[in-house]
């Protein structure tokens, strides 16, 4: 084979190969949306103050809360930082299993160090796996013995149906909670630990080795009423979010889990949320 052959041989080797690298990723995409589309839906919209449900859907189903896991695990690191368990400035290592947390991660290396404050920051805003386990890690040595603090939180909080495996939300078989639970502990951050909420308000924060952007900055943009919003998404879960909203004095808080896309579940947000002060606002 002369030279110039080789070379077109060459060429449509790659090109085929480009092709079909393509039909593969084209694949996963498209099986990733047939998944999420086939999550079971629930919502429900409660009233922050008193604890209420104006309205709700399978509120009480235990199904995949993604990213919504981060809510257990944001109370229980601030419930350690207020009883002087941990500090702010406390510096973390990162273990090989954090390190190789998939997406969304800060992008944390095994051996790393960093504070506590940042990977705090990290997890709220952007929803970074990494940094979850970290904190993990660091506040009981290992993701199981975190599991545990968190039900002991469930257990404080009244959550009845959920059960924990990991602080972060990545699927895992019986890591399952229900919108109203998922609710419970949104009011519980809102009532108990107020100077924290703003975290889940901050459309960009620092965390150390970057400025990380958050998951749910499209909701907070748009939807004049957000106060604080926490997102996910798996494919066992679908889109999922947790808002807290305000309006003349009112105070909501919207679960969504199932979303089909992050469209539908902030547009679903939005119109469960004017519902809810619609509700309230015409007795």
Known sequence: MNKHSAHKAFASLWFRSAILFGFLITLAFMFSVSLAKSAPYAHVISNAKTGEVIDEENSKLRLHPAGLTKLVTLYAVIEALETGEVELDQIARVSAKAAAEGPIVLGLRAGQRISLRYLIRAM????ANDAATV????????????AERMARVSQDLGLSQSTWRNAHGLTSSGHLSTAQDIAIVM?????????YVHLLSMVTVDAGVKKVIHSGRRLLQNYEKALAVKTGFTNASGFSGAMI????????IVVVLGGRSTKT???QMVRLSDLGFKTILDR
Do not use: C, K, M
């Not at 709220?124 to 929803?127: I, L, N, R, S």
């Not at 909203?245 to 105070?251: K, R």
């Open 124 to 127: 709220a805003v952007q929803g």
């Open 265 to 267: 579940r902030n547009d």
């Open 135 to 146: 904190i993990a890690q660091t506040l009981d040595g290992s993701e199981l013995a975190f």
């Open 187 to 195: 009011q519980a951050l809102w009532r108990d630990y107020p100077e």
């Open 245 to 252: 909203a305000d309006h003349e004095n009112e105070v909501l």
